[in-house]
C-alpha cells in the first residue's frame, strides 16, 4: 500500500473504534480523560515536535484554563460553550505572555523560563480563593451545549468529545502541512538560515507558542467538563511532565504519536492504580529511561522508520 | 425546531443505554481508594486496605449469602484518578460501598460521584470539615476525624489546661488553612488570644526562619497547622533552636507514624488530638498486636478506623436485608456502634459522633515499651468534640 | 530599632538564618553546576542523589554503626560510585544528542530511584541525629543558633571553594575544561577523555550526596526529600549561568537570603520567589548572571 493510504486508512480504523467503542464495553468516561489528555499533548507536539521548542511549563495553560471554566460555570452560570472558550482566551493570553518573555532564549534556558513561569501561575493558583486550593474547584456541573444538548450523560459527552478532538486533531494536521507550518519546520531545523532568509522568526515562533497554549488550554477545559472538577494537580509541574513523556513515549514531530502515548500513560496510571500503586512512578520513570535510550522516536517514530526500512528494502 | 428535539431525542436515548442500576445480585463489592504511594501511605495505605479485608474475612466473607470482594487503588493524591476510579467501579463493577482515604480534595471529589451515583461513601482518612457541612450529601459519612474536631479538643483542653496565648506555624493550603481558622475560633470562644500566625508554603524546605518569628511571639502554645512531612521537618527545628524549652507545641494533625519516624526524643511533650491510640484498651491491644505481627508497627488511628467501618457496613447490610445504598445508610445511622475503635452514632448528615483524645508524647524514660508513645491528657465526648447541630453548614444535621 | 516594620534583632536572626540556608544551596547546586558546565547534561537525578547520600548516611548508622563524620565521605564514595554507574551505563550513549535526552533520561531515574526507596522506606522518613561535637547552640546575641547549621555553613564554604579552585585552577581542572571543549584534540594529547567524563560525573553525584549527609540531621530523610528541592537547585544555577562554578555559588548564598527575606515579609512566597529571581534575571541577563552566551 501506498504511505499515504496506510496512514488514512489507520485514521480511519481509530475512528471507527473510538466511535464504537461504548458499545462495546470501554468504559467511555475513561475514553474521554483519555482525548482530553492526547489534546493536551498534540498541543504540546505542536511546540516541540514542529517547531522545535521544548516547554517546561505547559501545565500552566491546561490547568488554568481547567479552573477557568469551571469557575464560570459553576459560580457565574455561563453556558457550556462561552466558558469553555473563556478557558481558550485566557490560555491563549498567558501563552502570548510566557512567550514574550521566553522567546528570546534557546534550549534549555527556554525551558527553564517556562517552568518559573509555570511555577508562578500555580502559586497563584494556590492562593486565590476562586480555586479552592488543595480541594480543588468541584462538582463543576456539564450544562447544555448551545443551550440545547445536555452533556450530563456520559454517552452524550462522549460523542461531543470525540467530534471537538477530531476537529481539533484535524486542525493540527492542516496548521502543520500549511505553508505556516513550513516555516516553522525551516526554524526548527535551522534558525540561522530562516533568519538569513528574512522571515521575522520570533513572531513564527510566538504564534506557535500561543496557538499551542489555546489548544492546551482547550484540553483542559475540556477535562473539567469531563470529569467535574479542576485541582492543583493540574497546574502542577509535574503535570508538564506527563505531557513531555506522551510526546516522547509517542513520538515526537509525529501527528499521531501523541495521541497513542497519551493512550498509554492514562492506560498506564488507571490499570496500574488498582493493581501495583506503589510501582506506578518507577514503572513511569523506566519508561521514561527506556524510551530516551532506545526508542528516541516513539512509538509512532519507530513505527513510520521501520516502514520505510521495509520500503526501502522491497 | 425539529433539529433540536432531534438532537434531545438521541441524547435521551443515549443517556438511557449508559443508565446503570444497582443490582442485588452478584458479589458485594467493596472500594477503597487511598493514596498508597506518597506522603500518606504510611498512615493509612496499603494497610489500611488490608484492614478492610480483614473485616471482610472476620464478618465471615460473605453478607447476604453474596461473597464481599475488595478493591483497592492508589489515587496517588490526584483527584480526577480517584474520581474516576470510583466512576468506573460504580459503572462497571456494580461497586456496592466505596472508603475513602487520605486527601480532602480527592474525597471531596469522590463524595460527589458517589452521591451522582447514590452509593454509600464512608470517608476515613480525609479531613475536611466540610464533607459533613457545604458538602454534605445523603450518601457521605466522615468517620474517623475531621478539622473541627481536631482543633476543639486539642484547642479547648489546652486552654482549660491554662494555655491562653497561641501562635500559628500553618501550611499554606486550604487544609491548614481550615485547622488553623477552626482553632482560632475555638481559642477565643475559651477565652484564649492568638498573638500571631505564619503560613509557610507546601513542602517548605526549611522551618528556621518561621520558628524564629514564632520564638519572638512568646506565645504560650506553638500550634502547628500542618501535616506529614512539614510537621515532621517543622517538629525537629522546634527541637533544634530550642523552641520547646519555651512554648509547647500542639501538633494539629499528628499521626503516630510521624511521632515513631521522629523519635521521643524529637516530640516528648507534644499535644496532638486523635481518635484512638493502639495502648488505650485490651480490645484495641488485641487488634494492635495482630496489625504488628504483619507489618512491624503499630497501627494508626485510620487504620483502625477502615476495620471498624467495614465491619460496621456489613453490619448494616445484614440488618438492611439488602446492598441498596439508601437502605443501607438507614440501618448504619441508626445503629449504636460499639467496637474497639469507637462507641457512638453516624448523625443524619453523615458525621459520625464519637469520643476524641488530646494526648501527650511521653518522655523517652516513661515509654516502657515499643512504639509506647502516648499518655492520655482528657476524653472529649463527641457531641463537644465535632460541629455542633447549630454550627453546621449542611441542613440535615438541624432535623 | 526596627528595620522595615521588624526589629533589628529579629532582622539579623533572618539573616543570618538566610545565609545558612544559602550555604546550603550553594553546595546542591555546586554538583549541577559542574555537571553541566563541563558535560552539557542537565542532571535532573540531582535531587534523588542528594536523597541518596542522605539515606546513605541514616543506613551506615542504622545498620552500620558509622557516625557522622565517616559517613561524610563514605557515603558521597557510594554516590559517586552509583553516579559512575549511571554514566557508564546510560548517558554515555546521549553524548552528541540534543541535551534534551539526557534531561528526560536523567528524570527517569530519579523517579526510579525515589519509587523504589518510597517502596523500601515508606515515605514518612528517617530521623538521624546530629552529630554530638556539633551539637547544643551559640547565643549570637540577637538570636540562638544550633551549632550544627553554623558548621553546615562552613563546611559548604569549604567544598565549594575547594572545587571550584580543583576546576579553575589546577591542571585537571584545566584537563576537563579543554576535554569539553574539543574531546578529540584533548585525547591526542594523551588524555583519557572519557574516564575524566565518567569521573566527573561521579564527582557530581558525590557532591550532591554530600549536601544530603549535610541535610540529614536537620530535616527528616525521606525519599521525596530531593524532588521538593530538585526545581529550586534548577533555579539557582541557571540564574547562576549554566556554566558558571562562582555563578551558582554566589547565587545558591543569595538566594538563602533573598528566601530568608521573603519568608518574613511575605512567607506564602518563599517557595516561589527564586522563580520570579529567575523570570527577572533572563530578561536581563540571558546567559545568567555569570554565564557565557553559547
Redesign the interface.
Known amino acids: 500500500m501506498q504511505p499515504n493510504q496506510t496512514v488514512r486508512v489507520t485514521y480511519l480504523a481509530l475512528l471507527a473504534f473510538v466511535l464504537v467503542a ?1 458499545f462495546i464495553g470501554v ?4 475514553v474521554m ?1 483519555l482525548l482530553c489528555f492526547a489534546l493536551f499533548a498534540c498541543a504540546f507536539n505542536l511546540l516541540l515536535g514542529f517547531t522545535g521548542l ?1 516547554s517546561f511549563g505547559h501545565a500552566a495553560f491546561f490547568g488554568f484554563s481547567a479552573y477557568v471554566t469551571g469557575y464560570f460555570i459553576k459560580s457565574q452560570g455561563w453556558p457550556t460553550e462561552l466558558a469553555v472558550a473563556a478557558g481558550v482566551v485566557v490560555a491563549a493570553f498567558i501563552g502570548l505572555v510566557f512567550g514574550l ?1 521566553a522567546i ?6 527556554f ?3 517556562t ?3 509555570a ?2 501561575v ?2 497563584i493558583c ?2 486565590a480563593p476562586f480555586t ?5 474547584l ?2 463543576v456541573p456539564r450544562g447544555k451545549l448551545l443551550g ?3 452533556l ?5 459527552m462522549y ?1 461531543v468529545m470525540v467530534a471537538i478532538f477530531v476537529g481539533c486533531f484535524l486542525g493540527i494536521t492542516r496548521i502543520v502541512t500549511s505553508p505556516y507550518g513550513q516555516v516553522l519546520k525551516m526554524i526548527r531545523e535551522n534558525e540561522p538560515r530562516a533568519i538569513s532568509l528574512g522571515y521575522e522568526v520570533d513572531r513564527y515562533k510566538l504564534l506557535a507558542f500561543v496557538l499551542s497554549a489555546a489548544l492546551a488550554g482547550l484540553a483542559g477545559s475540556l ?1 473539567t467538563l469531563v ?3 479542576a ?3 493540574d497546574v502542577h ?1 509535574s503535570m508538564s ?1 506527563e505531557v ?2 506522551m510526546s ?1 513515549l509517542g513520538g515526537v514531530g509525529t501527528f499521531l504519536g501523541p495521541v497513542i502515548g497519551a493512550g498509554i500513560v492514562v492506560a498506564l ?2 490499570t496500574l ?2 493493581k501495583v ?6 514503572i ?6 527506556v ?3 532506545a526508542f ?1 522516536k516513539g512509538v509512532v517514530g519507530e513505527l513510520h522508520a521501520w516502514m520505510e526500512r521495509r520500503r526501502a528494502r522491497a | 425546531m425539529k433539529l433540536k428535539t432531534l438532537v434531545a431525542a438521541m441524547a435521551i436515548g443515549l443517556g438511557t443505554v449508559s443508565a446503570f442500576a444497582q443490582s442485588n445480585s452478584g458479589p458485594v463489592r467493596i472500594g477503597f481508594i487511598t493514596d498508597m504511594s506518597s506522603v500518606y501511605a504510611d498512615i493509612d495505605g496499603p494497610a489500611g486496605g488490608e484492614m478492610v479485608k480483614w473485616a471482610v474475612q472476620d464478618f465471615g466473607g460473605k453478607v447476604l449469602g453474596r461473597p464481599v470482594e475488595v478493591l483497592t487503588a492508589d489515587h496517588q493524591n490526584k483527584a480526577d484518578v480517584a474520581s474516576s476510579k470510583a466512576r468506573e467501579w460504580m459503572d462497571k463493577d456494580n461497586l456496592a460501598m466505596l472508603v475513602g482515604g487520605t486527601n480532602s480534595g480527592t474525597a471531596l471529589a469522590m463524595s460527589k460521584v458517589a452521591s451522582e451515583k447514590k452509593r454509600a461513601f464512608l470517608v476515613i482518612g480525609a479531613g475536611s470539615a466540610r464533607l459533613t457541612n457545604e458538602d454534605c450529601s445523603p450518601y457521605t459519612v466522615h468517620y474517623a476525624y475531621d478539622t473541627v474536631s481536631l482543633a476543639k479538643v486539642a484547642g479547648k483542653a489546652l486552654i482549660q489546661a491554662g494555655n491562653k496565648t497561641w501562635y500559628f506555624l500553618t501550611a499554606d493550603y486550604a487544609f491548614g488553612a481550615s485547622l488553623e481558622g477552626d482553632a482560632t475560633n475555638v481559642v477565643k470562644a475559651n477565652g484564649g488570644t492568638v498573638v500571631g500566625s505564619v503560613k509557610h508554603p507546601l513542602n517548605a524546605s526549611d522551618f528556621s526562619s518561621f520558628l524564629l518569628q514564632a520564638q519572638g511571639s512568646k506565645a504560650q502554645i506553638l500550634a502547628m497547622a500542618n501535616a506529614g512531612g512539614d510537621f515532621t521537618n517543622a517538629m525537629k527545628a522546634a527541637k533544634e533552636f530550642g523552641v520547646t524549652k519555651t512554648m509547647k507545641v500542639a501538633g494539629l494533625l499528628v499521626f503516630i507514624n510521624d511521632v515513631h519516624s521522629l523519635g521521643l526524643s524529637n516530640t516528648e511533650g507534644l499535644q496532638l488530638a486523635d481518635s484512638w491510640y493502639w495502648n488505650q484498651d485490651d480490645a484495641s491491644r488485641k487488634f494492635a498486636k495482630r496489625f504488628f505481627e504483619k507489618y512491624k508497627r503499630m497501627p494508626s488511628s485510620l487504620q483502625a478506623a477502615d476495620y471498624s467501618v467495614t465491619m460496621n457496613y456489613l453490619k448494616a447490610v445484614q440488618a438492611a436485608g439488602t446492598t441498596e445504598s439508601d437502605r443501607v445508610l438507614t440501618a448504619l445511622k441508626g445503629m449504636k456502634i460499639d467496637d474497639f475503635y469507637n462507641k457512638g452514632q453516624i448523625r443524619a448528615d453523615g458525621r459520625m459522633i464519637h469520643d476524641m483524645y488530646l494526648f501527650q508524647v511521653k518522655g523517652q524514660k516513661e515509654s516502657t515499651t515499643p512504639w509506647d508513645y502516648y499518655k492520655m491528657v482528657t476524653k472529649v465526648p463527641g457531641e463537644q468534640a465535632f460541629t455542633t447541630p447549630a454550627e453546621s453548614k449542611c441542613a440535615a444535621a438541624k432535623k | 530599632m526596627e528595620i522595615f516594620g521588624i526589629p533589628l534583632q529579629a532582622f539579623l536572626g533572618q539573616l543570618v538564618l538566610g545565609l545558612v540556608n544559602g550555604a546550603f544551596y550553594a553546595m546542591l547546586s555546586l554538583g549541577l553546576a559542574v555537571i553541566f558546565g563541563l558535560l552539557d547534561i542537565v542532571n535532573f537525578a540531582h535531587g534523588a542523589l542528594y536523597m541518596l547520600g542522605a539515606f546513605a548516611a541514616w543506613i551506615l548508622l542504622d545498620k552500620f554503626e558509622v557516625n557522622f563524620w565517616f559517613a561524610l565521605i563514605l557515603a558521597p564514595l557510594i554516590v559517586g560510585a552509583l553516579g559512575v554507574v549511571i554514566e557508564r551505563a546510560f548517558l554515555k550513549r546521549l553524548y552528541g544528542l540534543d541535551p534534551l535526552y539526557g534531561l528526560l533520561l536523567t528524570f527517569g531515574i530519579a523517579l526510579i530511584l525515589e519509587g523504589v526507596f518510597r517502596y523500601m522506606y515508606g515515605s514518612s522518613g528517617q530521623s538521624y541525629p546530629v552529630p554530638e561535637l556539633l551539637g547544643g547552640a551559640t547565643n549570637l546575641g540577637f538570636m540562638v543558633l544550633p551549632n550544627y547549621r553554623a558548621f553546615v555553613v562552613v563546611a559548604s564554604l569549604v567544598v565549594c571553594l575547594g572545587t571550584w579552585f580543583l576546576i579553575e585552577r589546577t591542571r585537571l581542572g584545566a584537563y576537563l575544561r579543554a576535554g569539553t571543549e574539543n574531546a578529540k584534540l584533548v585525547q591526542a594529547f594523551g588524555v583519557n577523555v572519557p574516564v575524566m567524563v565518567m569521573l566527573t560525573y561521579g564527582a557530581g553525584a558525590a557532591l550532591a550526596a554530600m549536601a544530603g549527609v549535610l541535610a540529614a540531621p536537620i530535616i527528616q530523610v525521606s525519599p521525596l526529600m530531593g524532588s521538593n528541592l530538585i526545581i529550586v537547585v534548577f533555579a539557582v544555577v541557571v540564574i547562576g549561568g549554566m556554566g558558571s562554578i562562582l555563578g551558582s555559588v554566589i547565587t545558591g548564598l543569595g538566594l538563602g537570603v533573598i528566601e530568608g527575606l521573603t519568608r518574613v515579609f511575605y512567607p506564602e512566597a518563599s517557595n516561589v520567589v527564586v522563580f520570579v529571581v529567575m523570570v527577572i534575571v533572563l530578561i536581563i541577563r540571558p546567559a545568567g548572571l555569570f554565564g557565557k552566551e553559547a
Open positions: 461504548p468504559y467511555p468516561v475513561l480523560k521544548l518573555v528570546r532564549r534557546q534550549g534549555i534556558y525551558a527553564m523560563i517552568l518559573a513561569l511555577q508562578m500555580f502559586f494556590l492562593q479552592g486550593g488543595e480541594d480543588g468541584q462538582g440545547f444538548i445536555p450530563d450523560s456520559d454517552m452524550v460523542y477535562k470529569m467535574g472538577f485541582t492543583l494537580s509541574w511532565g513531555i513523556l516522547l496510571q488507571d492504580a488498582d500503586g506503589e510501582w506506578v512512578t518507577v513511569i520513570g523506566a519508561i521514561f529511561v524510551c530516551v535510550l528516541r
